[in-house]
């Protein structure tokens, strides 16, 4: 059974950093990419960033709202997931989920989609 | 940034009622269009997946259809635990992009 467990939010001051762990299970980690998810309290889905698998280089992308603060990395090894969340503002604030970036190819090109989700966690920017 | 808006933003619907909901991408996205379904205090879960294919375990009575601009995501007969937010997702542009969501509450 694929699982996806997120730690490490919590309360933190604007400008201050911290780093979420997504610890997976279930599935061969190191073959498939991950994403960040976040949701602002009664908001919508906002995609943070994600991490490609080794084989398609390790790279990263971000979104631009988060681009140069927030870092994505992944230890294989551990097949976990991390996201290093620096100079934060309390509209960084949101319930942040880890997702496996499932996917496929066919004549059209590259299908991908967020098949499975942690259940998040919070969390909160503010003094 | 492809844009991506759903209407209606909420919806009253009774059990058994047929419901559709749209969502429209600001440019062509082909058939890269996903569909998640998300219950209070609880994570999103994949629905649909390249605008019509049914992710594995989803009820028969959800469907998706639509290309180009214009995506449709119906329920055919909705049941209680139906009741939910639904978001759409283009996955055309490697930066993807939610839709705003839409409310499906009880009538």
């Known amino acids: 059974e694929v699982q996806l467990v997120e730690s490490g939010g919590g309360l933190v001051q604007p400008g201050r950093s911290l780093r979420l762990s997504c610890t997976a299970s279930g599935f061969t980690f190191g073959d498939y990419a991950m994403s960040w998810v976040r949701q602002a309290p009664g908001k919508g889905l906002e995609w943070v960033g994600f991490?490609?698998?080794?084989?398609?280089?390790?790279?990263?992308e971000y979104a631009a709202s988060v681009k140069g603060r927030f870092t994505i990395s992944r230890d294989d090894s551990k097949s976990i997931a991390y996201l290093q969340m620096n100079s934060l503002k309390t509209e960084d604030t949101a319930v942040y989920y880890c997702t496996r970036r499932g996917g496929y190819y066919d004549s059209s090109g590259y299908f991908y989609y967020f098949d499975y989700w942690g259940q998040g966690t919070l969390v909160t920017v503010s003094s | 940034d492809i844009q991506m808006t759903q209407s209606p933003s909420s919806l009253s619907a009774s059990v058994g009622d047929r419901v559709t909901i749209t969502c429209r991408a600001s440019?062509?996205?082909?058939?890269?269009l996903n569909w998640y379904q998300q219950k209070p205090g609880k994570a999103p879960k994949l629905l649909i997946y390249a605008a019509s294919s049914l992710q594995s375990g989803v009820p028969s009575r959800f469907s998706g259809s639509g290309s180009g601009t214009d995506f449709t995501l119906t329920i055919s007969s909705l049941q209680p635990e139906d009741f939910a937010t639904y978001y759409c997702?283009?996955?055309?542009?490697?930066?993807?992009?939610f839709g705003q969501g839409t409310k499906l509450e009880i009538k």
């Open positions: 440019q062509s996205i082909s058939s890269y």
């Open positions: 991490i490609r698998s080794k084989a398609y280089g390790g790279t990263t």
């Open positions: 997702q283009q996955s055309y542009s490697t930066l993807p992009t």
